[in-house]
């Protein structure tokens, strides 16, 4: 079936410094993907999608390009702000289908 | 529009009690789902409506679970006889209809609310 792995966390990082959280996933179809994120005591916005091989998705310098060789999806920021500590989810949606999967999720503290 | 709410956003309750939650999805959206996320993890998949109709529900979803979506607009979940692992949040998220223009390349995105907390005592 479909899943979505994501790497652990929590991730601390010192402000302006590169972010990379990693997501790999196994899907039956042709999946979008999707990384969302959780600010404390809020519900889960979208933070960028990808609905095909090789697109990427940019928001607030944030990236992700959808890999399907290495079925892959990692989020990457050049420069990370205090203001982007919260948890981060990577998704994945098919087409046919109405289920979204998701990530466990990583935490990022960004320390100033 | 306000996006999706859900009420109430924190909910203690004794073990063996009954408990409902509330969705208002955006007005525009027919497409409604719950999901459960406990701490640590990511959201999983309680059950989906497209309009009034449930179309898929989970295995997670026990006898207890019922969700109800009464003329396509609001949503409840009811859980009755709580049980201490139950505490969790429970998210609604809604997403619009898909058109007929729309092609594989079209993504299916849900807006989520706040979600509501529930602690079994």
């Known amino acids: 079936g479909d899943s979505v792995t994501q790497m652990e966390g929590p991730v601390t990082l010192s402000e302006e410094a590169f972010l990379t959280i990693n997501c790999t996933y196994t899907?039956?179809?042709?999946?979008?993907l999707f990384w969302y994120v959780q600010y404390p005591g809020e519900g889960l916005q979208l933070l960028l999608k990808a609905t095909k091989a090789d697109d990427k998705g940019s928001n607030k310098g944030f990236e992700a390009t959808y890999r399907k060789e290495t079925t892959s999806f990692h989020l990457e920021k050049g420069s990370v702000q205090v203001s982007d500590s919260a948890v981060y989810f990577c998704a994945l949606n098919e087409w046919d289908f109405n289920k979204f999967y998701f990530g466990s999720g990583t935490k990022l503290n960004v320390k100033p | 529009d306000t996006g999706v709410s859900q009420d109430p956003r924190h909910k203690i309750t004794k073990r063996g009690q009954n408990v409902t939650f509330r969705c208002d999805p955006i007005?525009?959206?027919?497409?409604l789902y719950w999901y459960r996320q406990t701490l640590g993890q990511g959201p999983e998949f309680l059950t989906y409506?497209?309009?009034?109709?449930?179309?898929?529900k989970s295995r997670l979803l026990s006898d207890r679970f019922s969700a109800e979506r009464p003329k396509g607009s609001f949503s409840t979940l009811e859980i009755q006889r709580t049980e201490q692992g139950d505490s969790a949040m429970y998210l609604c998220?809604?997403?619009?209809?898909?058109?007929?223009?729309?092609?594989?390349?079209?993504?299916?995105?849900?807006?989520f609310g706040a979600g509501s907390r529930l602690t079994v005592l």
């Open positions: 899907a039956t179809g042709y999946p979008s």
């Open positions: 998220a809604s997403s619009p209809p898909r058109d007929g223009r729309q092609t594989m390349a079209g993504a299916n995105v849900l807006t």
């Open positions: 007005s525009e959206h027919n497409r």
């Open positions: 409506f497209q309009n009034e109709a449930q179309l898929e």
